[in-house]
Protein backbone atom coordinates (compact mmCIF):
# COMPACT_ATOMS: atom_id res chain seq x y z
CA UNK A 1 0.00 0.00 0.00
CA UNK A 2 1.89 3.28 -1.23
CA UNK A 3 1.36 5.98 1.11
CA UNK A 4 1.69 4.52 4.08
CA UNK A 5 3.60 6.14 6.90
CA UNK A 6 4.85 3.17 9.11
CA UNK A 7 7.04 3.61 12.11
CA UNK A 8 9.57 1.56 14.00
CA UNK A 9 6.76 0.92 16.33
CA UNK A 10 4.81 -0.44 14.07
CA UNK A 11 7.03 -2.92 12.92
CA UNK A 12 8.07 -4.12 16.21
CA UNK A 13 5.41 -4.60 18.67
CA UNK A 14 5.20 -5.95 22.20
CA UNK A 15 3.13 -8.72 22.67
CA UNK A 16 2.07 -11.97 23.48
CA UNK A 17 2.54 -15.28 21.23
CA UNK A 18 2.03 -17.38 19.35
CA UNK A 19 0.67 -15.43 15.78
CA UNK A 20 0.92 -11.92 15.51
CA UNK A 21 -1.98 -12.27 12.78
CA UNK A 22 -3.79 -14.48 14.67
CA UNK A 23 -2.95 -13.78 18.91
CA UNK A 24 -2.15 -9.97 18.95
CA UNK A 25 -4.41 -8.90 15.74
CA UNK A 26 -7.65 -10.21 17.19
CA UNK A 27 -6.52 -9.05 20.52
CA UNK A 28 -6.38 -5.49 19.45
CA UNK A 29 -9.54 -6.16 17.61
CA UNK A 30 -11.14 -7.29 20.74
CA UNK A 31 -10.05 -4.32 22.60
CA UNK A 32 -11.41 -1.71 19.89
CA UNK A 33 -14.67 -3.05 19.85
CA UNK A 34 -14.80 -2.63 23.58
CA UNK A 35 -13.76 1.15 22.85
CA UNK A 36 -16.69 1.49 20.32
CA UNK A 37 -19.16 -0.10 22.80
CA UNK A 38 -17.66 2.58 25.15
CA UNK A 39 -17.71 5.41 23.31
CA UNK A 40 -21.47 5.05 21.59
CA UNK A 41 -21.93 4.55 25.80
CA UNK A 42 -23.67 1.17 25.18
CA UNK A 43 -21.02 -0.71 27.62
CA UNK A 44 -23.00 -0.87 30.47
CA UNK A 45 -26.29 -1.74 28.74
CA UNK A 46 -24.88 -5.09 27.07
CA UNK A 47 -26.09 -8.18 28.25
CA UNK A 48 -24.77 -10.90 25.34
CA UNK A 49 -21.92 -10.99 23.06
CA UNK A 50 -21.17 -13.03 20.35
CA UNK A 51 -17.75 -13.86 18.44
CA UNK A 52 -17.07 -15.07 14.93
CA UNK A 53 -14.28 -15.95 13.33
CA UNK A 54 -13.80 -16.31 9.70
CA UNK A 55 -11.66 -18.10 7.00
CA UNK A 56 -7.74 -18.72 8.13
CA UNK A 57 -8.48 -16.95 11.89
CA UNK A 58 -11.61 -19.88 11.71
CA UNK A 59 -9.07 -22.75 10.36
CA UNK A 60 -6.16 -21.98 12.95
CA UNK A 61 -7.52 -20.34 15.52
CA UNK A 62 -7.10 -22.86 17.90
CA UNK A 63 -3.62 -23.91 17.40
CA UNK A 64 -2.82 -19.98 17.10
CA UNK A 65 -4.72 -19.07 20.18
CA UNK A 66 -7.35 -16.66 18.80
CA UNK A 67 -10.17 -18.18 21.08
CA UNK A 68 -7.72 -17.00 23.74
CA UNK A 69 -6.66 -13.51 22.27
CA UNK A 70 -10.41 -12.55 22.21
CA UNK A 71 -11.68 -13.39 25.36
CA UNK A 72 -8.54 -11.59 27.09
CA UNK A 73 -9.09 -8.48 24.72
CA UNK A 74 -13.17 -7.50 25.14
CA UNK A 75 -11.60 -8.45 29.00
CA UNK A 76 -9.71 -5.46 28.92
CA UNK A 77 -6.52 -7.05 29.16
CA UNK A 78 -3.46 -5.63 27.67
CA UNK A 79 -1.09 -7.58 25.46
CA UNK A 80 2.03 -5.71 26.47
CA UNK A 81 1.35 -5.92 30.29
CA UNK A 82 -1.00 -9.03 30.91
CA UNK A 83 1.09 -11.11 32.94
CA UNK A 84 2.01 -13.88 30.77
CA UNK A 85 1.44 -16.75 33.71
CA UNK A 86 -2.05 -15.62 34.23
CA UNK A 87 -3.28 -15.88 30.16
CA UNK A 88 -4.55 -19.67 30.67
CA UNK A 89 -6.01 -19.21 34.29
CA UNK A 90 -7.91 -16.28 33.46
CA UNK A 91 -9.19 -18.11 29.81
CA UNK A 92 -10.22 -21.30 31.55
CA UNK A 93 -12.26 -19.28 34.63
CA UNK A 94 -13.97 -17.92 31.13
CA UNK A 95 -14.54 -21.03 30.00
CA UNK A 96 -15.95 -22.76 33.30
CA UNK A 97 -18.00 -19.97 34.89
CA UNK A 98 -19.85 -19.63 31.81
CA UNK A 99 -19.20 -15.39 32.09
CA UNK A 100 -17.07 -12.19 31.26
CA UNK A 101 -16.36 -9.35 32.59
CA UNK A 102 -15.89 -6.78 29.11
CA UNK A 103 -13.71 -4.52 29.62
CA UNK A 104 -13.21 -5.51 33.36
CA UNK A 105 -16.28 -3.28 33.78
CA UNK A 106 -19.33 -5.26 33.01
CA UNK A 107 -19.96 -8.55 33.70
CA UNK A 108 -22.40 -10.56 31.39
CA UNK A 109 -22.97 -14.58 30.88
CA UNK A 110 -20.82 -16.11 28.36
CA UNK A 111 -20.71 -19.04 26.92
CA UNK A 112 -17.48 -20.69 25.08
CA UNK A 113 -19.39 -23.44 23.09
CA UNK A 114 -22.53 -21.54 22.02
CA UNK A 115 -20.97 -17.87 21.92
CA UNK A 116 -17.69 -18.10 20.32
CA UNK A 117 -17.96 -19.38 16.93
CA UNK A 118 -15.59 -21.04 14.30
CA UNK A 119 -16.78 -20.38 10.58
CA UNK A 120 -14.30 -22.67 9.10
CA UNK A 121 -16.35 -22.37 5.78
CA UNK A 122 -16.99 -19.20 5.25
CA UNK A 123 -14.43 -16.16 4.54
CA UNK A 124 -14.65 -12.39 4.02
CA UNK A 125 -13.71 -11.33 1.02
CA UNK A 126 -11.18 -8.53 2.13
CA UNK A 127 -8.89 -10.54 3.77
CA UNK A 128 -8.77 -14.41 4.79
CA UNK A 129 -8.30 -13.34 8.46
CA UNK A 130 -11.48 -11.51 9.62
CA UNK A 131 -13.68 -11.94 12.89
CA UNK A 132 -16.76 -10.00 13.62
CA UNK A 133 -17.82 -9.47 17.64
CA UNK A 134 -21.22 -8.99 18.15
CA UNK A 135 -22.63 -6.96 21.33
CA UNK A 136 -26.43 -7.23 22.26
CA UNK A 137 -28.29 -4.56 24.20
CA UNK A 138 -30.67 -4.79 27.03
CA UNK A 139 -33.14 -2.83 24.49
CA UNK A 140 -32.70 -5.66 21.99
CA UNK A 141 -30.68 -3.97 19.78
CA UNK A 142 -27.50 -5.12 18.53
CA UNK A 143 -23.59 -3.32 17.77
CA UNK A 144 -21.78 -5.14 15.17
CA UNK A 145 -18.09 -4.73 13.67
CA UNK A 146 -15.80 -6.68 11.57
CA UNK A 147 -12.28 -5.78 12.07
CA UNK A 148 -9.20 -7.76 9.62
CA UNK A 149 -6.01 -8.85 10.82
CA UNK A 150 -3.85 -8.24 8.45
CA UNK A 151 -0.45 -9.39 9.63
CA UNK A 152 2.14 -8.30 11.95
CA UNK A 153 -0.48 -6.80 14.77
CA UNK A 154 -1.82 -4.85 11.98
CA UNK A 155 -5.56 -4.58 12.35
CA UNK A 156 -7.99 -2.74 9.99
CA UNK A 157 -11.79 -2.31 9.15
CA UNK A 158 -12.61 -2.46 4.91
CA UNK A 159 -12.36 0.59 3.44
CA UNK A 160 -11.09 1.94 6.96
CA UNK A 161 -7.21 2.71 7.23
CA UNK A 162 -7.05 3.29 11.23
CA UNK A 163 -4.57 1.33 12.72
CA UNK A 164 -1.96 1.34 9.89
CA UNK A 165 -2.24 4.59 8.42
CA UNK A 166 -0.27 7.59 10.40
CA UNK A 167 -1.32 11.02 9.61
CA UNK A 168 2.66 12.66 9.98
CA UNK A 169 4.31 14.59 6.59
CA UNK A 170 7.63 12.93 6.53
CA UNK A 171 11.05 13.97 5.51
CA UNK A 172 12.08 11.37 3.95
CA UNK A 173 8.83 9.46 2.94
CA UNK A 174 9.77 5.93 1.50
CA UNK A 175 8.01 3.47 -0.56
CA UNK A 176 10.46 1.49 -2.26
CA UNK A 177 13.78 0.15 -2.44
CA UNK A 178 14.20 2.57 -5.08
CA UNK A 179 12.91 5.83 -2.88
CA UNK A 180 14.73 5.01 0.10
CA UNK A 181 18.07 4.69 -2.01
CA UNK A 182 17.62 8.48 -3.52
CA UNK A 183 17.02 9.69 0.09
CA UNK A 184 20.17 7.98 1.12
CA UNK A 185 22.11 9.62 -1.88
CA UNK A 186 20.94 13.19 -1.60
CA UNK A 187 21.23 13.39 2.12
CA UNK A 188 24.50 11.16 2.62
CA UNK A 189 22.72 9.42 5.29
CA UNK A 190 23.00 5.69 6.82
CA UNK A 191 19.65 4.04 6.10
CA UNK A 192 19.07 3.74 9.84
CA UNK A 193 19.71 7.52 10.58
CA UNK A 194 17.17 8.75 7.71
CA UNK A 195 14.67 6.09 9.79
CA UNK A 196 15.42 8.27 13.14
CA UNK A 197 14.92 11.50 11.10
CA UNK A 198 11.57 10.14 10.09
CA UNK A 199 10.55 9.27 13.71
CA UNK A 200 10.97 12.51 14.72
CA UNK A 201 7.72 13.41 13.22
CA UNK A 202 6.26 11.12 15.91
CA UNK A 203 7.91 11.83 19.23
CA UNK A 204 11.33 13.45 19.93
CA UNK A 205 14.63 11.36 20.01
CA UNK A 206 14.30 10.37 23.43
CA UNK A 207 11.10 8.82 23.40
CA UNK A 208 12.39 7.15 20.13
CA UNK A 209 15.52 5.68 21.62
CA UNK A 210 13.77 4.66 25.12
CA UNK A 211 11.33 2.68 23.32
CA UNK A 212 14.27 0.76 20.73
CA UNK A 213 15.43 -0.08 24.22
CA UNK A 214 12.20 -1.24 25.34
CA UNK A 215 11.75 -3.90 22.75
CA UNK A 216 15.07 -5.09 22.74
CA UNK A 217 14.77 -5.86 26.53
CA UNK A 218 11.83 -7.66 25.61
CA UNK A 219 14.21 -9.35 23.15
CA UNK A 220 16.86 -9.88 25.33
CA UNK A 221 14.72 -11.09 28.35
CA UNK A 222 12.74 -14.04 25.63
CA UNK A 223 16.05 -14.81 24.71
CA UNK A 224 17.12 -15.72 27.91
CA UNK A 225 14.05 -16.97 29.46
CA UNK A 226 13.42 -19.31 26.20
CA UNK A 227 16.86 -20.79 26.81
CA UNK A 228 17.10 -21.34 30.94
CA UNK A 229 13.38 -23.17 30.47
CA UNK A 230 12.67 -26.90 29.64
CA UNK A 231 9.59 -29.07 28.95
CA UNK A 232 6.61 -29.77 26.74
CA UNK A 233 5.10 -26.79 24.33
CA UNK A 234 1.61 -26.62 25.09
CA UNK A 235 -0.94 -27.56 22.21
CA UNK A 236 -0.83 -31.40 21.99
CA UNK A 237 2.30 -31.82 19.49
CA UNK A 238 4.19 -32.74 22.37
CA UNK A 239 7.48 -31.00 21.29
CA UNK A 240 9.92 -30.98 23.45
CA UNK A 241 11.71 -27.73 24.21
CA UNK A 242 15.23 -27.86 22.93
CA UNK A 243 17.41 -24.11 23.49
CA UNK A 244 17.23 -25.04 27.17
CA UNK A 245 19.12 -28.23 26.65
CA UNK A 246 21.14 -26.44 23.60
CA UNK A 247 22.72 -23.86 26.33
CA UNK A 248 23.47 -26.57 28.75
CA UNK A 249 25.30 -28.11 26.51
CA UNK A 250 27.35 -25.57 24.78
CA UNK A 251 28.28 -23.68 28.40
CA UNK A 252 29.08 -27.85 29.48
CA UNK A 253 26.87 -26.69 32.61
CA UNK A 254 28.53 -23.89 33.78
CA UNK A 255 26.74 -21.66 35.96
CA UNK A 256 25.92 -17.65 35.25
CA UNK A 257 23.67 -15.18 37.55
CA UNK A 258 21.90 -13.23 34.82
CA UNK A 259 21.95 -12.14 31.20
CA UNK A 260 25.36 -9.92 31.25
CA UNK A 261 27.24 -12.81 32.81
CA UNK A 262 25.66 -15.77 30.90
CA UNK A 263 26.80 -13.56 27.70
CA UNK A 264 30.16 -13.51 28.96
CA UNK A 265 30.05 -17.18 29.31
CA UNK A 266 29.10 -17.50 25.76
CA UNK A 267 31.54 -14.73 24.03
CA UNK A 268 34.54 -17.25 26.28
CA UNK A 269 33.77 -20.47 24.14
CA UNK A 270 35.55 -18.56 21.46
CA UNK A 271 34.63 -18.01 17.62
CA UNK A 272 34.48 -21.45 15.77
CA UNK A 273 32.26 -21.47 12.86
CA UNK A 274 30.04 -24.74 14.45
CA UNK A 275 30.16 -23.18 18.03
CA UNK A 276 28.12 -19.62 16.66
CA UNK A 277 26.05 -21.42 14.50
CA UNK A 278 24.72 -23.34 17.17
CA UNK A 279 24.23 -20.46 19.30
CA UNK A 280 22.57 -18.44 16.37
CA UNK A 281 20.09 -21.39 16.06
CA UNK A 282 19.69 -21.86 19.65
CA UNK A 283 18.97 -17.97 20.13
CA UNK A 284 16.03 -18.49 17.27
CA UNK A 285 14.98 -21.23 19.30
CA UNK A 286 14.60 -19.62 22.45
CA UNK A 287 12.51 -16.93 21.19
CA UNK A 288 10.29 -18.99 19.25
CA UNK A 289 9.89 -21.55 22.00
CA UNK A 290 8.62 -19.11 24.06
CA UNK A 291 6.26 -17.98 21.53
CA UNK A 292 4.57 -21.14 21.49
CA UNK A 293 3.91 -20.73 24.80
CA UNK A 294 2.64 -18.22 25.23
CA UNK A 295 5.07 -15.61 26.28
CA UNK A 296 5.95 -12.03 25.66
CA UNK A 297 7.83 -11.39 22.50
CA UNK A 298 7.91 -9.29 19.67
CA UNK A 299 6.63 -8.75 16.25
CA UNK A 300 9.64 -8.86 14.13
CA UNK A 301 7.86 -8.60 12.15
CA UNK A 302 5.46 -11.20 13.05
CA UNK A 303 4.96 -13.37 15.95
CA UNK A 304 5.58 -16.50 13.75
CA UNK A 305 8.61 -15.21 12.52
CA UNK A 306 9.87 -13.52 15.89
CA UNK A 307 13.29 -15.61 16.54
CA UNK A 308 14.62 -14.53 13.52
CA UNK A 309 15.88 -10.78 14.04
CA UNK A 310 16.66 -11.90 17.92
CA UNK A 311 18.86 -14.56 17.12
CA UNK A 312 20.85 -12.30 14.52
CA UNK A 313 20.83 -9.25 16.66
CA UNK A 314 22.02 -11.25 19.61
CA UNK A 315 24.68 -12.75 17.24
CA UNK A 316 26.16 -9.45 16.60
CA UNK A 317 25.99 -9.19 20.07
CA UNK A 318 27.57 -11.91 21.13
CA UNK A 319 30.32 -12.46 18.34
CA UNK A 320 31.04 -9.00 17.27
CA UNK A 321 30.74 -7.05 20.74
CA UNK A 322 28.01 -4.88 20.26
CA UNK A 323 26.74 -4.98 23.29
CA UNK A 324 25.75 -1.03 22.70
CA UNK A 325 22.63 1.28 22.57
CA UNK A 326 23.90 3.33 19.70
CA UNK A 327 24.23 0.06 17.82
CA UNK A 328 21.14 -1.98 19.00
CA UNK A 329 19.55 1.68 17.92
CA UNK A 330 21.18 1.07 14.20
CA UNK A 331 19.87 -2.57 14.10
CA UNK A 332 16.56 -2.36 14.96
CA UNK A 333 16.06 1.11 13.05
CA UNK A 334 17.35 -0.50 10.14
CA UNK A 335 15.38 -3.78 9.85
CA UNK A 336 12.48 -1.97 10.18
CA UNK A 337 12.60 0.23 7.21
CA UNK A 338 13.34 -3.17 5.26
CA UNK A 339 10.24 -4.63 7.05
CA UNK A 340 7.84 -1.67 5.79
CA UNK A 341 9.25 -1.63 2.20
CA UNK A 342 8.03 -5.23 2.02
CA UNK A 343 4.91 -3.93 3.79
CA UNK A 344 3.92 -1.44 1.51
CA UNK A 345 4.90 -3.61 -2.06
CA UNK A 346 3.79 -6.83 -0.74
CA UNK A 347 2.59 -8.39 2.47
CA UNK A 348 3.82 -9.80 6.25
CA UNK A 349 0.88 -12.21 6.35
CA UNK A 350 1.24 -15.29 6.07
CA UNK A 351 -2.04 -16.07 5.46
CA UNK A 352 -1.63 -13.81 2.62
CA UNK A 353 1.33 -14.90 1.09
CA UNK A 354 2.70 -18.31 3.35
CA UNK A 355 5.53 -18.17 4.57
CA UNK A 356 7.90 -16.43 2.68
CA UNK A 357 5.41 -13.24 3.47
CA UNK A 358 7.03 -14.12 7.36
CA UNK A 359 10.47 -15.97 7.36
CA UNK A 360 11.05 -14.17 4.17
CA UNK A 361 10.84 -11.29 5.39
CA UNK A 362 12.17 -11.01 8.63
CA UNK A 363 15.17 -12.98 7.32
CA UNK A 364 15.62 -9.72 4.86
CA UNK A 365 15.37 -7.33 7.74
CA UNK A 366 17.97 -9.24 9.97
CA UNK A 367 20.22 -9.01 6.78
CA UNK A 368 20.11 -5.81 6.08
CA UNK A 369 20.57 -4.54 9.21
CA UNK A 370 23.51 -6.56 9.82
CA UNK A 371 25.00 -5.53 6.70
CA UNK A 372 24.57 -1.55 8.27
CA UNK A 373 25.89 -2.29 11.29
CA UNK A 374 28.69 -4.42 9.87
CA UNK A 375 29.63 -1.47 7.97
CA UNK A 376 28.59 -1.62 4.42
CA UNK A 377 26.78 0.57 2.39
CA UNK A 378 23.43 1.60 1.59
CA UNK A 379 23.17 -0.25 -1.50
CA UNK A 380 24.96 -3.18 0.47
CA UNK A 381 22.56 -3.37 2.74
CA UNK A 382 19.44 -3.52 -0.12
CA UNK A 383 21.50 -6.19 -1.79
CA UNK A 384 21.57 -8.38 1.35
CA UNK A 385 17.81 -8.13 2.12
CA UNK A 386 17.29 -9.00 -1.64
CA UNK A 387 19.54 -12.07 -1.34
CA UNK A 388 17.84 -13.14 2.07
CA UNK A 389 14.65 -12.94 0.03
CA UNK A 390 15.36 -14.36 -2.87
CA UNK A 391 16.27 -17.34 -1.60
CA UNK A 392 12.56 -18.04 0.51
CA UNK A 393 10.91 -17.53 -2.50
CA UNK A 394 7.77 -19.99 -2.59
CA UNK A 395 8.02 -20.82 1.03
CA UNK A 396 4.81 -22.30 2.49
CA UNK A 397 2.62 -21.83 5.66
CA UNK A 398 1.81 -25.15 6.27
CA UNK A 399 1.76 -25.58 10.56
CA UNK A 400 0.79 -29.15 12.02
CA UNK A 401 -2.29 -28.78 13.97
CA UNK A 402 -2.39 -25.20 13.44
CA UNK A 403 0.21 -24.98 15.87
CA UNK A 404 3.28 -22.25 15.56
CA UNK A 405 5.48 -24.74 16.37
CA UNK A 406 6.33 -27.28 13.51
CA UNK A 407 7.52 -26.73 11.15
CA UNK A 408 7.45 -22.81 12.10
CA UNK A 409 10.38 -23.04 15.12
CA UNK A 410 13.16 -24.58 12.64
CA UNK A 411 12.12 -22.01 9.93
CA UNK A 412 13.31 -19.28 12.13
CA UNK A 413 17.13 -20.99 13.02
CA UNK A 414 17.08 -21.25 8.96
CA UNK A 415 16.07 -17.58 8.02
CA UNK A 416 18.59 -15.97 11.10
CA UNK A 417 21.03 -18.59 9.53
CA UNK A 418 20.38 -17.37 5.86
CA UNK A 419 20.63 -13.66 6.79
CA UNK A 420 23.91 -13.36 8.44
CA UNK A 421 24.99 -15.24 4.79
CA UNK A 422 23.28 -12.92 2.34
CA UNK A 423 24.94 -10.10 4.91
CA UNK A 424 28.11 -11.83 4.46
CA UNK A 425 27.81 -12.21 0.58
CA UNK A 426 26.57 -8.66 0.20
CA UNK A 427 29.50 -7.26 2.36
CA UNK A 428 31.74 -8.99 -0.18
CA UNK A 429 30.15 -8.23 -3.50
CA UNK A 430 29.92 -4.93 -5.81
CA UNK A 431 26.29 -4.26 -5.16
CA UNK A 432 26.88 -2.15 -8.41
CA UNK A 433 26.70 -5.18 -10.19
CA UNK A 434 23.57 -7.08 -8.93
CA UNK A 435 21.31 -8.28 -11.49
CA UNK A 436 17.97 -8.50 -8.91
CA UNK A 437 16.85 -5.39 -6.93
CA UNK A 438 15.10 -5.02 -3.84
CA UNK A 439 12.12 -3.56 -5.52
CA UNK A 440 11.98 -6.47 -8.16
CA UNK A 441 12.03 -9.02 -4.96
CA UNK A 442 9.36 -7.46 -3.13
CA UNK A 443 7.14 -7.57 -6.74
CA UNK A 444 8.19 -11.11 -7.23
CA UNK A 445 7.44 -12.15 -3.80
CA UNK A 446 3.45 -10.78 -3.82
CA UNK A 447 3.15 -12.02 -7.75
CA UNK A 448 4.68 -15.62 -6.28
CA UNK A 449 1.62 -14.78 -3.23
CA UNK A 450 -1.25 -14.18 -5.42
CA UNK A 451 -0.11 -17.41 -7.28
CA UNK A 452 0.05 -20.04 -4.35
CA UNK A 453 -2.41 -22.42 -3.57
CA UNK A 454 -4.82 -21.15 -0.46
CA UNK A 455 -3.95 -24.34 1.63
CA UNK A 456 -0.35 -23.41 1.76
CA UNK A 457 -1.41 -19.93 3.29
CA UNK A 458 -1.85 -20.75 7.18
CA UNK A 459 -5.29 -22.90 6.57
CA UNK A 460 -3.31 -26.25 7.82
CA UNK A 461 -5.00 -27.88 5.04
CA UNK A 462 -1.70 -28.43 2.97
CA UNK A 463 1.66 -29.60 2.63
CA UNK A 464 3.48 -31.08 6.18
CA UNK A 465 0.00 -30.17 7.76
CA UNK A 466 -1.65 -33.09 6.25
CA UNK A 467 1.31 -35.47 6.34
CA UNK A 468 1.12 -35.75 10.14
CA UNK A 469 -2.41 -37.39 11.74
CA UNK A 470 -3.27 -36.04 14.99
CA UNK A 471 -6.30 -35.69 17.51
CA UNK A 472 -5.31 -32.61 19.39
CA UNK A 473 -7.17 -32.19 22.73
CA UNK A 474 -9.02 -28.72 22.68
CA UNK A 475 -6.75 -25.63 24.24
Known amino acids: ?59 TGIGHGTDIATLLGLSGDDPVTFDVYQVMPKVHHIKTS ?12 FSYQSDLLFLYAESLPFHPNAVTFQAFLEDGTAVSETYYSIGGGFVVQEGDADGVLSEVDLPFPVDTAQELMVWCMRTGLKISELVLENELSWRNEE ?12 IKDCIYKGCHTAGI ?20 GRPYRDYDSWLEAIR ?46 QYYITFHNAYGEDKITQFIATASEIGSIFKKGATISAAMGGCQAEIGVSSAMAAGALTECLGGSQRQVLMAAEIAMEHHLGLTCDPIGGLVQIPCIERNTMGAVKAITAAQLALN ?47
Open 1 to 59: MANERISIFDMFKIGIGPSSSHTLGPWRAAQRFITVLKGRNVLNSTVGIHILLYGSLAK
Open 98 to 109: GRINLGGERDIP
Open 207 to 218: ETKAGILQIFHT
Open 233 to 252: LPGGLLVERRAAKMNQRLLK
Open 268 to 313: EGGKDFGYILDWVSCFALAVNEENASFGRVVTAPTNGASGVIPAVL
Open 429 to 475: SNPDKAKVSLDAVVSTMWETAQDMNIKYKETADGGLAIKVPLSLPEC
